[in-house]
Every structure is written in C-alpha cells, then in structure tokens.
C-alpha cells in the first residue's frame, strides 16, 4: 500500500502516532553496506529503540552501539550475540560495570572505569577484553583536540596503554566519535585518515587490535535544499585508507556507528488538527501532541527565538537546523495560507512551526512531519502534561502493519 493510504488509514482511529517504514529503513541500510562492504556497522539503538526496528537493522549484520545498559539488555532481546554489542557511555556506575561485564563488549570511558572493569573481572576470576575510548588529540577541522566529557585524552591513554599492569583485562579496541550529521564527503575522509593513523600508534602499543570503532558522523540531508552526503566518493576515499592499514593489520576490524543514517528518513510523525482559531488576525492551527511527543521541531522554534546563529555548534541530536523538518498535508485543492502550527499543551513554547505556509487545515485534517525515524520518539518528554502517548507503528516490508 501506498505510504499516504497507510497514514490516511491510520489517522482513522488515531489522533497522533508514529510510522516507521522498513522499506526505507532497509534501503538506507543497503546503501551503507554495499559502499562500504569492508566495513562492520553498529546500529545506535539511542537513536530510535523500537524493537521491530533494531530488529530490522540487526538483521541485515549490524552490530549494537549500546549507549546503557538498558540498550544492553534490548539488544541482547533483539537477538544479538554479547560479543557483537558495544556498550560506550560515559559515567557508568558500578551496577552496570556488573550487568554488562559479560553481555556486552565494554568501552570503559575513563582510567577509573578501566580500574572498576578489572576490579569486577578480578572479583569472577576471569580475563576480560575491554576496549577503550578515546578523546584523540585532533577534532573533524583541526589537527588538535579539545577537552571532553568523552573518553580518556589521548596523551592519558597512551601512557596508560604503556604502563598498564592488571592482569584482569586486555585492551583490544579503541573507540571515537566525536561529532554527529556531518555531511562533507571530504571532512568525513579525513577524520578517518586520522583515525587509521591512531588506530595505527593503538596497534602497536597494545601488540595488536582486534577493532577500531570510528563511531558516527555520517550526516542526513534534513532540509529540502541541503546537499546529501556523497556517500560513494567517501566511500572510495576510504577503500585506499583501509587498504593502507588492511596490508599491515589484516586482522583488525574497522567499525563504523550510525544511528540517524539508517532510520531519521524512514519515520513520519503524524498528529491531527484539534483546534484552529484566530487572535488578533494569527491563525493558530492547533495539534494533538507536539512537543511532548516530538520536541526537536519545537526546539529549533526555541533556537530561533534566542539565539543569534542558524546552526549554534554542540548542540546535536536536540537541535540540527531551524528547516530541519517539513510539514506536509493530504490535503489537496485548497488555497494556502499562513499559519502558526502550535500544540495541545499548557506552554506558549509549544510551537511546531511558525508563520508557515500550509493549505488551509479543518479540525480533523492530517499533518504529517518528517524525518521522524531517529531522536523523535526516544527524545521527547512523553510524561509532560499526562497526555495519551502517540502509538508506534511498524510498516514492514511486505506492507504489513505491526
Ligand atoms: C558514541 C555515539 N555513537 C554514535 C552516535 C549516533 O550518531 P548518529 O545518529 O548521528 O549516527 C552517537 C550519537 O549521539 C554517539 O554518541
């Protein structure tokens, strides 16, 4: 069936829900496994946890960038094996050090966490292999890094590298990620130039690696005029740096993170007009569950109102652009004009989108918001206000709706 009958269909008993479309979600997927075929995927299950669809992108071979232990445990519901889930987050207690010791692949995010992983593994009496993150001293623009609340220092971890003596646990992996939605082929390519060549200096301190996880950064065209990444000319920059580092370490594998790239495009957020009015010649077209249910358009309305920049660095996946998201109706044959579409909740911060122009929406009509796959659903304060959540729908490949 068509997406815009499925949605029409669903909008029948339901005010406001989410749609997520395997099709598409697969397509994304494909297309980032046939560039890059020498490259191991980590889906990040933050972006979007729904369980149909980390089941979708499980099974097409990616592994589980794991950002809790919960995300531990969801992968590990999904199918996933222990030693194909990455649990990397920074400030983890004592319990999920304890949880994960032997579900998961640790990423120990600090010298003191390394300490209570070797602790732990001492207490079972067993080796374990941990890999570490890394805070490298160089950023996606500049040959230097930057303070963190991310990873160990570059400079600390060698030197930790070095010097280590327990005999609990073995490091044999490093992890990065230093920035999300970049969409330059060429900065992209050289970050992970970087990254071969830190992987390279890892290698030898630790006498061989059995990964290096570049993390994410791989972006998503958001607005309708911004440029796609050119994923197949950052993919062959990369082929020539993996051979490279392929003919020395044939061994090690190179691992790549994305959350937004396989499922931010393959979501629709779908709500339904309650209300209209006008005050003092506004119109206000009023929704049912806005920012309770999908903050990041309301956010980039907040970002616009107080600050200066179009694109304020640091601030992603809350905000990425003001034109991030289009709203889009079924509505057809009907003249246009400018509304203010605002939601159901008691904040006057509530506004999806101001002074846009739609076809002129009745209560009852449809707007359907896109980009909806990924930091939607999992990034909303749901518990605002007591609203009914929106439900989460699956439309699976065969057109089946789950
Ligand atoms: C460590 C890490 N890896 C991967 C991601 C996923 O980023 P994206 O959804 O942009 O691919 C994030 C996002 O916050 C992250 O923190």
Redesign the pocket.
Known sequence: MELKKVISKCAETRDSFYLYDEKGILESVENLKSNFPETEFLY?I??NPDPRVIRCVFGEGFGA?A?SAGEVRLAHEAGLPSEKIFY?APGKSDNDIEETITSSVIIADSIDEIGRVQAAAEKRGMIINIGIRIDPDFTFDSDKGRPSK?GIDEEQAIEFAQNCHYSNIKITGI?V?LK??ELSADVLASYYKKMFRLAEKFEKICGGLEYVNM?????VNYAENEEPLNISSLASDFRSEFERFRSSYPDTKVMI?????AV?RSGYYVTKVMDRKVSRGKTYVLLKNTLNAFMRPSLAELVRHYSGESSPAGT??LFTSEDAFQFLTLKEGVPEETVTLAGNLCTAADVFAADIRMPKLERGDIVIVTNAG??AAALSPMQFSSQEKPEELFLTKDGKLQ
Do not use: L, N, V
């Open positions: 990040s933050k972006c960038d950002a990397s991310f992890h990620h999300s939605q993390g994410s950064g791989i972006g993170e994305t959350g937004r790239y931010c992603e996946p990924s930091y």
